[in-house]
């Protein structure tokens, strides 16, 4: 660590990552002068088992916490002050001695279809091959168009636009928040609502993790914190938590300041792979409840899928 270093922190290498990280930075000299000065903060790059792994899905591989593990035993180890991630990455429980010291303003949380000019998801041939890594896109997709063919497709933001490019695949999806942070927002075919495919946990948020005995690194932190996209991202999660979600389960959720601004409307989903079953929840009420929405939400989709949905999905 340069001697003038105050802060460092820990983040994957991908240029999607980075640049969340280097908003981080933005952030912390923008809120704090001391932190401000070239080097103050320094940006610690750690490859995850994640990262490695690209010849199979991430449920294949183990799921949830294969782009944090790494980075976390960097912040046990004292190697980073704090880990930088995108919060549809962590699992729902913290290691010991671990905790988010903030969320950041959520960006948007919908996702981008990528396909050829002016076509839409409803509008894509029949037959037309989606690539997507993700269960949750696969069965959103499938239940649209039952019609599509679904293949995996692993690969950073580049990698995967580069294999719509070459025509390994007619359309995928990606996150639209990262594409913001990326400038590449005006590259999508569409925008697809909610209520077409509602978004992962938490997609568009990005978290900052410390030790919990470290108060130097949570005064710098703590500032940061954005106390609605934090209750947002605690509703979703607590769904996903009571559902004891993983890679392997197709679940959404999407909690937003409801019309009249005085909590939050939280609507959630869950669905088989291959999109012939799914059930749906939805919860308001005041922000400060939003883990207690979570959970009835969640609870509620546990009931109406029943034993035979969680069964099924073995299957898969």
Request: glycine share 10%; net charge neutral; charged share 25%.
């Amino acid at each position: 660590m340069a001697s003038n270093t105050l802060l460092r922190l820990g983040t994957r290498g991908s240029p999607l990552a980075l640049a969340q990280a280097h908003e981080v930075r933005r952030r912390l000299g923008a809120a704090h002068d001391g932190l401000a000065p070239e080097g103050a903060v320094e940006i610690v790059t750690i490859k995850t088992t994640g990262d490695r792994i690209q010849d199979r899905t991430l449920a294949e591989a183990g799921g949830k916490g294969l782009f944090t593990k790494e980075i976390e035993d960097a912040l046990l180890d004292r190697r980073i002050d704090a880990a930088v991630h995108s919060m549809k990455d962590v699992p729902t429980w913290h290691r010991d001695g671990l905790g988010m010291a903030a969320i950041l303003p959520r960006e948007d949380p919908r996702d981008a279809l990528f396909c050829a000019p002016g076509q839409t998801l409803a509008s894509l041939p029949p037959g037309t091959v989606v690539g997507t890594a993700s269960l949750r896109r696969q069965a959103q997709v499938l239940l649209t168009r039952p019609d599509l063919k679904v293949v995996p497709l692993r690969g950073n933001v580049q990698t995967r636009l580069r294999k719509l490019a070459e025509g390994q695949v007619g359309a995928t999806l990606l996150a639209l928040a990262g594409l913001k942070r990326l400038g590449m927002a005006e590259k999508a075919a569409a925008i697809l609502p909610p209520e077409i495919m509602l978004p992962a946990v938490a997609q568009g948020a990005i978290g900052i993790e410390t030790r919990l005995d470290d108060a130097r690194a949570r005064a710098w932190i703590d500032s940061l914190n954005d106390s609605i996209s934090e209750r947002r991202v605690a509703a979703e999660r607590a769904c996903l938590k009571t559902l004891d979600g993983s890679c392997r389960t197709p679940i959404a959720a999407l909690a937003e300041w409801n019309a009249d601004g005085t909590g939050l409307h939280l609507r959630t989903l869950i669905c088989l792979p291959d999109g012939t079953q799914a059930h749906r929840a939805t919860r308001e009420g005041p922000a400060a409840e939003a883990e207690r929405l979570g959970r009835e939400a969640g609870e509620e989709l546990r009931a109406a899928a029943g034993p035979a949905f969680f069964d099924a999905l073995s299957a898969y």
